[in-house]
């Protein structure tokens, strides 16, 4: 019986048609990649929105339970005033090392307001390596080593406050600048549907919301309002060199410690809302 041997061919790709193919692949590649990166920044924004609405929430159950007042604002004597200090309001937990004091938001989570830590941060938030202060949840946990709010770490030499995502600034767009009188026991009910708790806006490098470079402009910035709801505020005015001074040949970019630029910030997310 006559056997059949299989014949191999000994064609294979040419050259040409091998860079075809990478060619191809390149150019699916940088079609896919980009709407990944668009529908992964989606999401975060949607988990951010989520995050800061439980906060939100966590601020109004204790003012239901505490004569409609709000965990106190940051405050400081400067110049003999007592002046709220709005790029101090990020801060949570401070004072000693194995057993800080809470302070603004970490009250929530000290007094049961708020069960998990984690929706203190923004997913999207950046970490920028340039930048002195994480504000990421597995930083102030040991990465997981620790139970959130219970001891300080040392983010720069010198500087142990336990920080978070968002900014907590409950006195109001018209009452930002130091006077002799600061408020700072406020009731839900006297605020006129304000900002009250907004995406970190201490820096610019630090600013979620990004595609991928920390000098890129953000989408925009999530932000709960005194009357409960929660919006997503865009606006060129609220990112401009006006709000935000902006030096990229320098480490830090933003409002940083200068009051009147975190008015700017609130006026425009009210008239955006």
Same mark, same amino acid.
């Given at each position: 019986?006559?056997?059949?041997? =299989?014949?191999?061919?000994?064609?294979?790709?040419?050259? $040409? @048609?091998?860079?075809?193919?990478? =060619? $191809?692949?390149?150019?699916?590649?940088?079609?896919?990649?980009? =709407?990944?990166?668009?529908?992964?920044?989606?999401?975060?924004?949607? $988990?951010?929105?989520?995050?800061?609405?439980?906060?939100?929430?966590?601020?109004?159950?204790?003012?239901?339970?505490?004569?409609?007042?709000? #965990?106190?604002?940051?405050?400081?004597?400067?110049?003999? $005033?007592?002046?709220?200090?709005?790029?101090?309001?990020?801060?949570?937990?401070? +004072?000693?090392?194995?057993?800080?004091?809470?302070?603004? /938001?970490?009250?929530?989570?000290?007094?049961?307001?708020?069960?998990?830590?984690?929706?203190?941060?923004? #997913?999207?938030? #950046?970490?920028?390596?340039?930048?002195?202060?994480?504000?990421?949840?597995?930083?102030?946990? +040991?990465?997981?080593?620790?139970?959130?709010?219970?001891?300080?770490?040392?983010?720069?030499?010198?500087?142990?406050?336990?920080?978070?995502?968002?900014?907590?600034?409950?006195?109001?767009?018209?009452?930002?600048?130091?006077?002799?009188?600061?408020?700072?026991?406020?009731?839900?009910?006297?605020?006129?549907?304000?900002?009250? /708790?907004?995406?970190?806006?201490?820096?610019?490098?630090?600013?979620?919301?990004?595609?991928?470079?920390?000098?890129?402009?953000?989408?925009?910035?999530?932000?709960?309002?005194?009357?409960?709801?929660?919006?997503?505020?865009?606006?060129?005015?609220?990112?401009?060199?006006?709000?935000?001074?902006?030096?990229?040949?320098?480490?830090?970019?933003? #409002?940083?410690?200068?009051?009147?630029?975190? @008015?700017?910030?609130?006026?425009?997310?009210?008239?955006?809302?």
């Amino acid at each position: 019986m006559k056997k059949w041997k =299989a014949v191999k061919s000994k064609k294979g790709f040419t050259l $040409i @048609e091998l860079l075809v193919v990478i =060619a $191809i692949i390149a150019l699916l590649m940088s079609i896919v990649l980009p =709407a990944l990166s668009k529908v992964k920044e989606s999401a975060k924004r949607v $988990i951010c929105g989520t995050h800061i609405r439980s906060v939100a929430t966590g601020l109004y159950a204790y003012a239901n339970s505490h004569d409609d007042l709000l #965990p106190e604002p940051y405050t400081a004597v400067v110049g003999g $005033i007592k002046t709220v200090l709005p790029w101090r309001s990020v801060v949570a937990f401070d +004072g000693n090392h194995d057993d800080p004091t809470p302070e603004q /938001l970490g009250v929530l989570y000290r007094s049961g307001y708020i069960d998990d830590a984690e929706v203190f941060y923004c #997913p999207s938030q #950046p970490r920028n390596s340039d930048y002195p202060f994480p504000y990421y949840y597995d930083f102030y946990t +040991g990465n997981g080593g620790v139970e959130w709010g219970t001891q300080l770490f040392e983010s720069y030499p010198g500087h142990w406050p336990t920080r978070t995502s968002y900014n907590y600034w409950i006195v109001g767009a018209d009452n930002v600048r130091p006077t002799k009188d600061v408020e700072t026991k406020v009731r839900v009910a006297k605020l006129s549907n304000e900002p009250i /708790l907004f995406d970190n806006c201490q820096e610019w490098e630090v600013l979620p919301h990004k595609k991928n470079s920390t000098t890129e402009t953000p989408r925009g910035i999530s932000v709960a309002f005194s009357d409960g709801h929660v919006s997503f505020s865009k606006s060129e005015y609220l990112f401009s060199d006006e709000v935000w001074p902006k030096d990229f040949s320098k480490p830090m970019n933003g #409002p940083g410690d200068r009051p009147e630029h975190f @008015e700017k910030i609130l006026r425009e997310l009210k008239r955006l809302q």
